[in-house]
């Protein structure tokens, strides 16, 4: 356990639907990235917050995509729409401030199915 | 584009022997690399990093070589144990539009035999 949780674990929903995910990071990390994972493949960079500016969105980060951080501490992200290409494992990462390290943390992941 | 990926999707090694994961990048300024290891349902884990400034770094039963020259990156994991399963990521920081981000290669899957 890194000390990162997201919730939920695993969500099925109904193409056309929308999802939350949640991530709580480590609670003196004051960097937080959202990643995309899809089976035999790296995980791909979504997003990133400094604090609770989201200061880069990846290009795959679709106008359906949305996240936030609203107060620099948990952070949501949110699919609007669901389409079955947004199956996938939604991973949450936090880092420290840059001095202290470039090491990220990893939560375990929520998977997603959209059927 | 810039990429990080690795030569092999598979690797079967005895338990007792050493593993050897391999990974090659392609014209970055990163300075710095992270090797991760990934269990089924689980997010990845951070194993041991490099600075581009080494040319190796030890850890407990890992070792990480760089070589700039030819832009590769491995992992050897010693005396490699059932436990070792899993794949295998490398990464790269890299600052880029006034953040640091990391890119991942595709992995690859160590499969310990007993």
């Known amino acids: 356990d890194t000390g990162v949780s997201q919730n939920p674990r695993h969500k099925i929903t109904k193409r056309g639907q929308n999802v939350t995910f949640r991530c709580d990071p480590i609670?003196?990390?004051?960097?937080l990235y959202w990643y995309r994972q899809t089976l035999g493949q790296g995980p791909e960079f979504l997003t990133y917050?400094?604090?609770?500016?989201?200061?880069?969105k990846s290009r795959l980060l679709s106008d359906r995509f949305s996240a936030e951080r609203p107060k620099g501490s948990f952070s949501t992200l949110e699919i609007q729409r669901t389409e079955q290409g947004d199956s996938a494992m939604y991973l949450c990462?936090?880092?420290?401030?840059?001095?202290?390290?470039?090491?990220?943390?990893f939560g375990p992941g929520t998977r997603l199915t959209v059927t | 584009g810039e990429s990080v990926g690795l030569h092999l999707p598979t690797l079967s090694v005895q338990e007792g022997d050493n593993s050897i994961i391999n990974c090659a990048y392609s014209?970055?300024?990163?300075?710095?690399f992270i090797w991760y290891k990934q269990e089924s349902g689980k997010g990845p884990q951070f194993i041991i990093d490099?600075?581009?400034?080494?040319d190796k770094r030890q850890g407990q039963r890992v070792t990480v070589l760089l070589n700039k020259t030819v832009k590769h990156l491995s992992l050897q994991i010693a005396a490699t144990q059932p436990g070792d399963s899993a794949v295998y990521f490398c990464a790269e920081n890299k600052w880029t539009s006034g953040t640091y981000k990391y890119i991942f290669g595709t992995g690859t899957r160590l499969k310990v035999l007993a």
């Open positions: 014209n970055s300024a990163s300075d710095y």
């Open positions: 490099i600075r581009s400034n080494m």
């Open positions: 990462a936090s880092s420290p401030p840059v001095f202290q390290g470039y090491e990220q943390y």
């Open positions: 609670s003196e990390h004051n960097r």
């Open positions: 917050f400094q604090n609770e500016a989201q200061l880069e």
